[in-house]
């Protein structure tokens, strides 16, 4: 069974930084693309950022939503089989609770994790 760990919410004030963990023990890590989405109340789940494995087509590439450009930094530990999400600038918009996604589309494979609350207070 794989499983997928995030760690690292809180509640902070607006402006300030949090960081994200999301660790998978039990996966061929560098074969998947990796990624983080959120979801606010109400709202529909969102691509945060995500970040492409070294085995991948895409190695190390990454992508990020524009609300999110400039403020927050995917990355990857592949020997620690951890991916990363630093959180910089927050701001109150950004609260939502956050999944970390693992898919590898050529094995149809898709995996989540139970979700990290993050809560800016502004």
């Known amino acids: 069974q794989v499983q997928v760990v995030e760690s690292g919410g809180g509640l902070v004030q607006a402006g300030r930084s949090l960081r994200l963990s999301c660790a998978a023990p039990?996966?061929?890590?560098?074969?998947?693309?990796w990624a983080w989405y959120r979801q606010a109340p109400g709202k529909q789940r969102e691509l945060v950022a995500s970040?492409?494995?070294?085995?991948?087509?895409?190695?190390?590439?990454?992508n990020y939503a524009d609300s999110v450009k400039g403020r927050f930094t995917i990355s990857k530990d592949s020997a620690k089989k951890t991916v990363y999400l630093q959180m910089n600038s927050l701001k109150p918009e950004d609260t939502a609770v956050y999944y970390c996604?693992?898919?590898?589309?050529?094995?149809?494979?898709?995996?989540w994790g139970q979700g990290t609350q993050v809560t800016v207070s502004s």
């Open positions: 996604n693992a898919n590898r589309r050529d094995a149809g494979l898709d995996f």
């Open positions: 039990g996966i061929n890590f560098s074969f998947y693309i």
């Open positions: 970040i492409s494995g070294d085995r991948t087509i895409r190695d190390d590439s990454t």
